[in-house]
């Protein structure tokens, strides 16, 4: 009886955490960096856009992150994307370590660290046509100045 009961308060102490995960980073606010409009099939391939990583919000982990990571609470780039037969690749290619968390055109998020060594990728290999929200994150409350973010239809680290 003990043993359930461990596991429902832990789950029961878990959903606050989530809803707060879910409110730390906003994707109604403007992006720090930009945006960009693309549809399948662009060029040049890739897209970059070059930024620094890192925030003050607190991201515990979940959805492919380990652990805690800290990015910023409005986007850093937004992509508008218009889909065709192609998959869509988000990577980075960062001086220090970085975590890359998207919430994609149905609400879903997603987070990835150390993809190739220290750098973040996530691949949408039916991705949708709609709004990409991505956020450059850090593990130690820093900031990685000189973070590119790839965009890519010709796979992860292809260039």
């Given at each position: 009886?003990?043993?359930?009961?461990?596991?429902?308060?832990?789950?029961?102490?878990?959903?606050?955490?989530?809803?707060?995960?879910?409110?730390?980073?906003?994707?109604?606010?403007?992006?720090?960096?930009?945006?960009?409009?693309?549809?399948?099939?662009?060029?040049?391939?890739?897209?970059?856009?070059?930024?620094?990583?890192?925030?003050?919000?607190?991201?515990?982990?979940?959805?492919?992150?380990?652990?805690?990571?800290?990015?910023?609470?409005?986007?850093?780039?937004?992509?508008?994307?218009r889909?065709?037969?192609?998959?869509?690749?988000?990577?980075?290619?960062?001086?220090?370590?970085t975590?890359?968390?998207?919430?994609d055109?149905?609400?879903?998020?997603?987070?990835?660290?150390?993809?190739?060594?220290?750098?973040?990728?996530?691949v949408?290999?039916?991705?949708?046509?709609?709004?990409?929200?991505?956020?450059?994150?850090?593990?130690?409350?820093?900031?990685?100045?000189?973070?590119?973010?790839?965009?890519?239809?010709?796979?992860a680290?292809?260039?």
């Open positions: 009886m003990k043993k359930y009961l461990k596991y429902a308060l832990a789950a029961a102490l878990s959903l606050p955490l989530i809803a707060t995960i879910a409110t730390a980073q906003n994707y109604n606010l403007r992006p720090s960096y930009g945006s960009v409009t693309l549809q399948a099939g662009f060029m040049p391939d890739p897209r970059t856009r070059s930024m620094r990583a890192g925030g003050d919000q607190y991201f515990s982990g979940g959805g492919g992150c380990p652990g805690g990571a800290w990015f910023a609470n409005a986007p850093d780039y937004r992509v508008h994307y889909a065709g037969g192609y998959a869509l690749t988000f990577y980075v290619r960062a001086p220090g370590d975590a890359m968390l998207i919430n055109p149905t609400g879903t998020w997603y987070c990835n660290d150390d993809y190739q060594g220290l750098n973040p990728a996530l949408f290999n039916n991705p949708r046509s709609g709004q990409y929200d991505v956020w450059l994150g850090t593990y130690n409350r820093s900031r990685v100045n000189n973070s590119v973010l790839y965009i890519t239809e010709l796979g680290f292809s260039r």
